[in-house]
């Protein structure tokens, strides 16, 4: 297969290919330049990288990296034509076509397996609008599976303001896939998709991938009248429960009342508490925005989780605070660091850095600096309520 080439535009230097290991690799986010979106890098030293790379259409899908750091899959492509496109590009501005597939469109960002073999991607398929997943082999660069999500239709739409969990299993042997009005883990080697839960959710694995941690997502738009469960004010977040792989229930570990307590049930409309296990599963990062008095605040807990710890909500390893609205989190290759997207209450969307070693946060770049008002609107829906926004180490 023949490799293409894109530019790449770069502030100050141009990285060198000894800066496309894991350890220098920069931070990626979603921008705006003129009238069109775009993907850029921050340095942790503050070196600015711009990726000349096609967007998927309307709503661009974030570029992931691989483990190791040496390329960035991503989505090209649009909904109204029905084609969709699985890239490879690196910071030299190399492009490589996995595959290509008609009549479909994109409701996830392409994700990596822990070995870097293996990219999984969730599609909407027509004409029989099916939501799957696909799983491309690398090695052979091919499409290899193809994975029927049991949804109902009514359900198949994201539910709204809930962003898709869709995460490999730390051991690489599982993907764990939360959309809409339900969650599944697909088992590639067993070629089968098991129900998690039946309802909206926010979850991750468990680091031995025996499992999954999860948040309900409360349901605000539901009549009292059909005795559904009801968030009052601005909760949003229900009980948070581990759910063992297999036939086992859900186990509670805690319930909503004491998630208000740490600040995550508070949440306004456009943030959402969210958790992230770092690259070795050694540590949880778990945080949320509390707009309740109408003055943003946000709070990160992290726990340490070595040595197969389990994790205990009333003794986080480190807490941090903010005075901005935390959009989503990412932990960096070597797990000392922490990249969030902020947003400010005058509109403001910062990309930043958190020391997790010594609690010191630093800006690293103003996303939509200097745009029209429309075209901050929506670049603010997107961070807000649209797909992930931000990659480090995945």
């Known amino acids: 297969m023949g490799c293409a080439t894109t530019s790449l535009s770069t502030q100050n230097r141009i990285p060198v290919a000894t800066e496309q290991g894991k350890a220098a690799q920069p ?19 503050g070196t600015r990288v711009t990726l000349r790379i096609a967007t998927y259409e309307p709503l661009p899908m974030m570029p992931m990296w691989s483990p190791d750091g040496k390329w960035f899959t991503y989505i ?24 290509t597939l008609e009549n479909a469109s994109v409701f996830t960002q392409p994700i990596w397996s822990p070995d870097g073999r293996k990219i999984a ?33 009514e359900d198949r739409s994201p539910a709204p303001q809930v962003r898709p969990s869709f995460r490999w299993s730390p051991d690489g042997q599982k993907i764990l896939i939360a959309v809409g009005a339900g969650a599944f883990v697909i088992d590639p080697l067993k070629r089968v ?35 559904v469960v009801m968030a009052q004010d601005q909760d949003n977040l229900g009980n948070f429960y581990f759910k063992p792989l297999g036939p086992s229930k859900p186990i509670k570990l805690m319930d909503k009342e004491q998630i208000k307590t740490l600040r995550l049930a508070n949440l306004g409309a456009l943030f ?3 958790m992230t296990l770092s690259p ?9 925005s509390d707009d309740a008095s109408k003055k943003i605040s946000s709070v990160i807990y992290v726990y340490d989780l070595t040595g197969g710890q389990k994790l205990a909500f009333d003794k ?21 660091s922490l990249a969030a997207v902020t947003m400010t209450n005058d509109a403001i969307i910062r990309i930043k850095l958190l020391d997790v070693r010594t609690g010191t946060w630093k800006t690293m770049a103003r996303v ?13 829906m997107i961070y807000s309520v649209g797909p992930k926004v931000l990659s480090w180490t995945q």
């Open 76 to 99: 090209t492509g649009d909904r109204t034509s029905g084609r969709v496109n699985l890239e490879l590009g690196d910071l030299r501005g190399g492009i490589k076509t996995i595959f």
């Open 368 to 380: 939509a600096d200097g745009v029209s008002a429309d075209g901050m609107q929506v670049i603010m």
């Open 272 to 274: 959402y508490g969210n």
């Open 316 to 336: 986080p390893f480190k807490t941090f605070t903010t005075d901005e609205g935390i959009v989503t989190v990412e932990w960096g290759p070597d797990e000392t």
């Open 193 to 227: 998709v098991d129900t998690l839960v039946n309802a909206p959710i926010l979850a991750e694995w468990v680091p031995d991938s025996a499992g999954v941690y999860f948040f309900e997502v409360l349901d605000r738009s539901a009549p009292k009248d059909k005795g």
């Open 27 to 45: 931070i990626l986010y979603l921008d705006v330049e003129g009238d069109k979106f775009v993907f850029r890098g921050v340095y942790v030293d």
């Open 280 to 288: 070795t599963g050694s540590k949880l990062a778990l945080w949320g």
């Open 121 to 153: 991607v969730g599609l909407f398929e027509q004409p029989n609008s099916v939501l799957s997943v696909i799983v491309a082999d690398l090695e052979d660069e091919k499409m290899r599976s193809r994975y029927e999500l049991p949804l109902k239709v």
